[in-house]
């Protein structure tokens, strides 16, 4: 069970100019207080190849985080132009939002970024060398979100439960919150045990 989980991810200057900053806000919800912060971080990758040429654009740290809807908005520096390979410049680029507790990350939530000339002409006939100041980048909103497990080490309060009649006598049945995890086990992305 995740303590944290992201409600929504809000891109406040969509599209913009490639060498604008991004500035995005994100609204997440917690069920347990966490008394050390979350680290967010903001990636760029041009070249999916190549993780030697990701560029890590910022990152911030929130928290304490008390229960409850949180939201913060968060503001990264354009990638430096000079780090990225001239033919991965256009076309499409991944932008990675990734969310940690404790130096375990627990969240990764990726876009496709399209990267073109601002207009029709130098779109037919590209520029050599490369114009960054009239490229225009669009960000997808339809993210691709991968959850991780990790030791949360807080317990979420439980709720109160009314005892049925009969419960009493009732032998007690073991939930999957009391069964022990392996913890050489690979996180799951998809609810279910990876084998």
Same mark, same amino acid.
């Given at each position: 069970?995740?303590?944290?989980?992201?409600?929504?991810?809000?891109?406040?200057?969509?599209?913009?100019?490639?060498?604008?900053?991004?500035?995005?806000?994100?609204?997440?919800?917690?069920?347990?207080?966490?008394?050390?912060?979350?680290?967010?971080?903001?990636?760029?990758?041009?070249?999916?190849?190549?993780?030697?040429?990701?560029?890590?654009?910022?990152?911030?740290?929130?928290?304490? +985080? !008390?229960?409850?809807?949180?939201?913060?908005?968060?503001? @990264?520096? &354009?990638?430096?132009? =000079?780090?990225?390979?001239?033919? *991965?410049?256009?076309?499409?680029?991944?932008?990675?939002?990734?969310?940690?507790?404790?130096?375990?990350?627990?969240?990764?939530?990726?876009?496709?970024?399209?990267?073109?000339?601002?207009?029709?002409?130098?779109?037919?006939?590209?520029?050599?060398?490369?114009?960054?100041?009239?490229?225009?980048?669009?960000?997808?909103?339809?993210?691709?979100?991968?959850?991780?497990?990790?030791?949360?080490?807080? +317990? !979420?309060?439980?709720?109160?439960?009314?005892?049925?009649? @009969?419960? &009493?006598?009732?032998? =007690?049945?073991?939930?999957?919150? *009391?069964?022990?995890?392996?913890?050489?086990?690979?996180?799951?992305?998809?609810?279910?045990?990876?084998?």
């Amino acid at each position: 069970m995740s303590i944290v989980t992201i409600r929504n991810v809000e891109f406040l200057n969509n599209p913009a100019r490639f060498l604008d900053p991004y500035h995005f806000r994100v609204t997440f919800e917690c069920i347990a207080p966490l008394p050390e912060d979350l680290e967010w971080r903001l990636i760029y990758v041009a070249s999916p190849g190549n993780e030697e040429l990701d560029q890590e654009l910022d990152d911030c740290l929130v928290g304490p +985080v !008390p229960v409850g809807v949180n939201a913060f908005e968060f503001e @990264g520096s &354009a990638p430096n132009p =000079a780090k990225i390979p001239p033919e *991965d410049v256009l076309g499409v680029a991944a932008l990675i939002l990734t969310g940690s507790y404790r130096d375990q990350e627990f969240v990764r939530v990726g876009y496709y970024q399209n990267t073109e000339y601002d207009n029709e002409e130098m779109k037919e006939s590209l520029p050599d060398p490369i114009r960054f100041d009239r490229l225009v980048r669009d960000i997808n909103q339809k993210p691709r979100v991968t959850r991780f497990q990790i030791k949360w080490d807080i +317990v !979420p309060p439980q709720p109160r439960s009314a005892v049925a009649a @009969g419960a &009493a006598n009732s032998a =007690a049945v073991p939930s999957a919150d *009391d069964l022990a995890e392996d913890d050489d086990a690979e996180p799951s992305t998809n609810g279910k045990p990876a084998s």
